[in-house]
């Protein structure tokens, strides 16, 4: 009979370690998803800010030269600067004067 509660506490104690170590696992686990996801996302913040500027950039020429078509610049920027012409015309329109 004491060999029974024996092995009955034995089991019960290797089943609490398991335990023990999936929710550890588990924890690390969601932190390190976290960690990963926040980093992702800030890394894609910055991206999508550079990305932004790098578009804008003849609109943003054309303001801090304060040019006389500024707002038409930023205006064919926005809506053609997606294509690639559209781009260099309005970074060109920009640069001159």
């Given amino acids: 009979m004491e060999f029974e509660q024996d092995i009955g506490a ?9 335990r023990n170590i999936n929710a550890a696992l588990k ?13 992702a996302g800030g890394a894609s913040i910055i ?12 609109a943003i020429v054309a303001h801090r030269r304060e040019h006389h078509n500024k707002d038409a610049i ?13 781009w260099v015309v309005a970074l060109v329109w920009a640069k001159t004067n």
């Fill in 74 to 86: 930023a205006v064919l920027n926005l809506f053609l600067g997606w294509t690639f012409i559209g």
């Fill in 10 to 18: 034995v089991a019960l104690r290797n089943v609490q370690r398991h």
């Fill in 27 to 39: 924890t690390a686990a969601v932190i390190a998803g976290l960690l990963i996801l926040i980093g």
């Fill in 47 to 58: 991206w999508i800010g550079l990305l932004g500027a790098l578009y804008f950039l003849p």
